[in-house]
């Protein structure tokens, strides 16, 4: 059975950073690419970062120079590094496993930035 659980959600205000790690089971962690999506409120899902089994990586434009994603396949574990975060970062942010066509999702972390 394949669990992924997120944890690093929280409130900040903006400026501030968070890091978000997402721990994935019952799959061969170090064979598939990983991603991070969000979910604001009213908004669609969108795709925010992810890497693929090799560690090369991609963000968003609306992320870029601020958001890393990165993994540890030692850990089973894919890490999304959040600086200067501003209010339009607010979301429900997942992990899941696959990029495009998500295969599986986390049941999510509620990151709130205030201004």
């Known amino acids: 059975q394949v669990e992924l659980v997120e944890f690093g959600g929280g409130s900040v205000q903006a400026g501030g950073s968070l890091r978000l790690s997402c721990e994935a089971s019952?799959?061969?962690?170090?064979?598939?690419?990983m991603a991070w999506y969000r979910q604001a409120p009213g908004k669609e899902r969108e795709l925010v970062a992810d890497?693929?089994?090799?560690?090369?990586?991609h963000v968003v434009e609306s992320v870029k120079g601020r958001f890393t994603i990165s993994r540890d396949n030692a850990k089973n574990t894919v890490y999304l590094q959040m600086n200067s975060l501003i209010p339009e970062d607010t979301a429900t942010y997942y992990c899941t496993v696959g990029r495009t066509l998500p295969r599986y999702w986390g049941p999510g972390t509620q990151v709130t930035v205030s201004s």
């Open positions: 019952g799959i061969v962690f170090s064979i598939n690419d």
């Open positions: 890497i693929t089994s090799f560690g090369s990586t």
